[in-house]
């Protein structure tokens, strides 16, 4: 399909979110749209992939609107194949989930108008290929995204959220156009093409790279620019949290790709070093943050920080390995990021997905007062538990294909030649460990927690299953994360045109190789084969289940069960989400949120109960977003002034206006 086509398929997104505007509230409205943002979604996705697994020659397309001298300009090449196969297969499954969840939603006429204009922002961005049309399309998808995080705007929680977030895509959209500026130079070239002849010196790539870091990975949720993120995408509905997680951050990731790999020219040997070091910050101090989470939605917006990280960690290695002449390694990095972009984009769903059917059941989102759902929710603990393993990167699933592949990059490092990459890269690599580590305990914690033991509370006791659109989503997505993982050859070798366009070089074809494995450098180096592992899981599973039922000790042996101390086993004698994040707390609260406890325990003899109190710290709350967020408002505070003026001092600011700009053309000339 060319360009014109997906243009047209976000005409019939717009056209669907007019249409929502006049059918108003209502079941059948919420079902309309929906469905019709499926079948668009699924006929963009289909299209998309087609063009990606046939590697098709670029297309573009260029129309007499946007900037006088440009036009808009569109392109869709291999890179913006894959990201837009994500993007709208994201949107795919979103819409199926909210065919269910979209009946119970409170305020319908505020989401739906915005939704399928989010999805129709999000591809224009992919198929932009000038300046103007992307920095519009960007800003219109936060605008709409924006919309979507407000539509419970009564909830004080989700105004500062909504504030938060409107601020930070401020600041991310106008460092974006401050590198695009620098890119097009005094000549005033914004088309992609031209951008791509120039190349910048070496002082201007350089400030571009800073800014799209601070533009593209502020939309990613790169640390320090993350505390919008954990903000904004639980205040959302749940299948809006997921196309933001799981998607929009991708579109920021696709942003980076093509302004970096793309358009900024040769690769300096130090681009990937910054990279590389934002990425293993943000990966270990995402986890850390979502480990002492008690909301279960919040907890999956800090683990979206934290894989972004990974990605951004392959791209660091990427840019090093191409600046030094590693094609292949290079390759492998770039590889293994895209990799992880599709794998997070399915897991993430998937468990923002399970997040919205437990609130659904039970209208609790607080792990504390969660518990047993299990028993009571089957189908939704099932995929819950195949999401939390696949985040976990725990094979055989996806997840564990794609950091694999991350490390198996780290380990040609040592060909490099200079010592710092040497020490810097293993150190990244040390991180990303750590980061994997903390990540099983995260959702570890975040399972057993929400779906294990007994219920905590009525609302958990009364938890039933939930719709069959809502399952059917999660259950493909369980599959697809099973299935990307037992065959990550033919996903590698999908990915090759992208990978080649970007980095000049690709790995060899993963599909050739027995038995379905993958030997990405080398087979007598490293190789893994997903379907094995698999195999063995499973019959080990049957195994050991046949040993208990049939070769073990019939005799009934009976015994008090554990109490911990407690003669009446209440529930709330269970783990809580905060004594199970106690000891990881206390060793990394001071290095990464600051953390103080408080005990008050009253002397022998007073009735009064012991309380005990944690109070932690965004350290990058308070050092970036709280004098930026407290400026906006100051600032807002002092214009708001300008509407109270009499005529005369409104006649007075004109004057003075025309006089400075008078001014400014006579310096200019």
């Known amino acids: 399909m060319p360009p014109a086509g997906f243009l047209l398929g976000d005409a019939a997104l717009l056209a669907l979110g007019a249409m929502a505007i006049v059918l108003g509230r209502g079941r059948s409205a919420s079902a309309f749209l929906y469905s019709g943002a499926l079948i668009v979604s699924l ?20 129309l007499p609107i946007g900037l006088p001298w440009v036009g808009a300009h569109f392109r869709i090449d291999a890179l913006a194949s894959f990201f837009l196969s994500v993007v709208n297969f994201g949107a795919a499954s979103a819409s199926l989930y ?67 977030y409107i601020v930070m895509a401020s600041i991310g959209t106008f460092a974006l156009l401050l590198a695009f500026g620098l890119l097009a130079g005094p000549g005033g070239h914004y088309a992609f093409a031209q951008m791509r002849a120039d190349a910048p010196s070496p002082l201007v790539a350089a400030t571009v790279l800073g800014l799209v870091l601070v533009g593209a990975g502020s939309k990613a949720g790169l640390v320090p620019l993350h505390v919008w993120l954990p903000l904004a995408h639980p205040a959302a509905p749940s299948h809006v949290s997921a196309l933001m997680s799981g998607v929009m951050t991708k579109v920021a990731v696709y942003g980076f790709i093509r302004v970096v790999f793309d358009l900024l020219g040769p ?27 008690t909301d279960l939605k919040r907890v999956l917006a800090y683990s979206t920080i934290e894989n972004i990280g990974v990605v951004f960690v392959a791209l660091g290695l990427s840019l090093v390995f191409m600046a030094n002449g590693f094609s292949v390694a290079a390759a492998l990095a770039m ?88 020490l810097l890269i293993p150190a990244a690599g040390a991180m990303l460990a750590l980061a994997a580590a903390l990540a099983g305990a995260c959702f570890v914690r975040a399972f057993g927690i929400a779906f294990l033991g007994r219920p905590r509370s009525s609302a958990a006791e009364n938890a039933v299953e939930v719709d ?97 101390g407690f003669p009446d086993a209440s ?84 004057f003075g206006a025309l006089v400075f700009l008078l001014l400014v053309l006579a310096s200019w000339a």
């Open 43 to 62: 006929l963009l996705f289909g299209a998309a992939l087609s063009r990606l697994v046939t590697a098709a020659e670029p297309s573009t397309l260029v």
């Open 98 to 164: 909210a065919l269910g969840y979209g009946r119970r939603e409170h305020e319908p006429s505020r989401v739906l108008p915005f939704f399928p204009a989010f999805l129709a922002g999000m591809n224009l961005v992919l198929i932009a290929d000038d300046a103007y049309s992307f920095l519009v399309s960007w800003e219109f998808m936060s605008l709409a995204s924006w919309a979507l995080v407000m539509a419970h705007h009564r909830e004080d929680e989700n105004l500062r959220a909504g504030l938060v």
């Open 267 to 293: 690769i300096d040997w130090w681009w990937g070093i910054p990279v590389m070091v934002v990425g293993a910050a943000t990966a270990v101090i995402g986890v850390l943050f979502a480990l002492v989470q």
């Open 335 to 422: 590889t293994a990021a895209l990799f992880h972009v599709l794998n997070h984009a399915l897991f993430k769903s998937l468990l923002f997905f399970g997040a919205g059917a437990v609130l659904t059941s039970t209208g609790e989102r607080d792990m504390g007062k969660l518990g047993g759902l299990l028993n009571l929710m089957p189908a939704t603990g099932l995929f819950m538990l195949v999401g939390c393993a696949a985040i976990s990167a725990l094979p055989p699933l996806n997840g564990f294909v794609s950091e694999w592949l991350v490390f198996q990059a780290i380990l040609l490092s040592p060909s490099l030649l200079s010592w710092a990459l040497k």
């Open 468 to 564: 069959r659109f809502s399952l059917t989503a999660m259950g493909a997505l369980a599959v697809l994360c099973l299935l990307a993982g037992i065959f990550p050859g033919q996903v590698i070798d999908a990915l090759t045109p992208v990978v080649r366009d970007l980095t000049g070089a690709n790995l060899v074809s993963q599909s050739a190789i027995p038995w379905v494995s993958i030997a990405p450098v080398a087979e007598s180096r490293s190789s893994y084969n997903g379907l094995l592992v698999f195999f063995f899981i499973g019959m080990s599973a049957l195994l050991a289940a046949y040993v208990v039922h049939r070769l073990a000790s019939r005799a009934i042996r009976r015994a008090p069960a554990w109490d911990c």
């Open 571 to 654: 529930p709330l004698t269970q783990y809580s989400p905060d004594s199970f994040s106690q000891p990881i707390r206390r060793v990394y609260g001071n290095f990464a949120f600051r953390a103080t406890e408080r005990l008050d325990m009253p002397p022998p003899g007073e009735l009064r109960p012991a309380r005990f109190k944690v109070e932690m710290v965004d350290i990058a709350w308070e050092v970036f977003y709280a004098p930026v967020i407290g400026g906006v408002n100051r600032l807002a505070t002092w214009f708001n002034r300008m509407q109270f003026l009499t005529i005369r001092q409104y006649l007075s600011l004109v």
